[in-house]
């Protein structure tokens, strides 16, 4: 078989999404060309098409593939039985410690839900999947809260979440987040 009738490699494709992910974060996805993309890449625009149809498959295969699930862990790995607070703050730090492998994919998602419908049906997928993921680790701490209390505390906590992430991530003040763990856990329980 020759190595014209070969498929490109995946490592071909990895580049152009690197070469994506980097562009995008810079300049954003409307002011990014992809012959840009191809360029920074090192593969001719023809190559980028091979693999991406469209410059949005670009995107949402940055989204799909690069932004980390909402939870890698197991809820029970995140649960100290009896203490919802305290499973609630794990919970937030397992979270801090996944986001920081997607910081580029997340500026570009935060940047571009506004203007691309698949855009802000990932982060409403992240969203739903964190709240889903934090609504079972309260069910653990405390198997017997009220399914709608559990759930919204866990709308709550998620919320509080991800303020807290965006706000690190542009260098703004801390939350006290064991305050309003606690405040969650004490209104479960009302």
């Known amino acids: 078989m020759s190595d014209s009738t070969l498929a490109p490699s995946e490592a071909t494709r990895e580049r152009i999404l690197d ?10 996805f409307d002011a990014t ?7 920074e890449a090192g593969v001719p625009k023809g190559l980028l098409f091979y693999y991406f149809a469209r410059k949005i498959d670009l995107l949402t295969a940055l ?24 499973s609630l703050l794990t919970l937030a730090d397992r979270l801090s410690g996944a986001q920081h492998q997607s ?4 500026t570009i998602l ?4 506004d203007t691309h419908p698949e855009v802000a049906k990932a ?9 889903d993921f934090a609504a079972e680790v309260i069910e653990l701490a405390d198997p017997g ?3 709608d209390t559990r759930h919204a505390v866990a709308l709550a906590w998620t919320g509080t979440m991800v303020l ?3 706000t690190a991530r542009l260098g703004g003040a801390e939350h006290d987040l064991p305050l309003v763990a606690g405040m969650l856990a004490a209104g479960l329980r009302r």
Do not use: C, I, K, Y
């Open 123 to 131: 982060l409403h997928n992240f969203h739903d999947e964190l709240v």
């Open 63 to 86: 989204f799909g593939e690069r932004m980390p699930v909402a939870m890698p862990h197991d809820a029970a790995e995140v649960v100290v039985p009896g203490d919802v607070a305290a």
């Open 103 to 106: 910081a580029v994919v997340r």
């Open 19 to 28: 070469a994506a992910e980097q562009l995008f974060a810079s300049h954003g």
């Open 145 to 147: 809260a009220d399914p």
């Open 164 to 166: 807290a992430l965006n």
């Open 110 to 113: 935060w940047r571009e839900a």
């Open 33 to 39: 060309p992809t012959a840009r993309v191809a360029a």
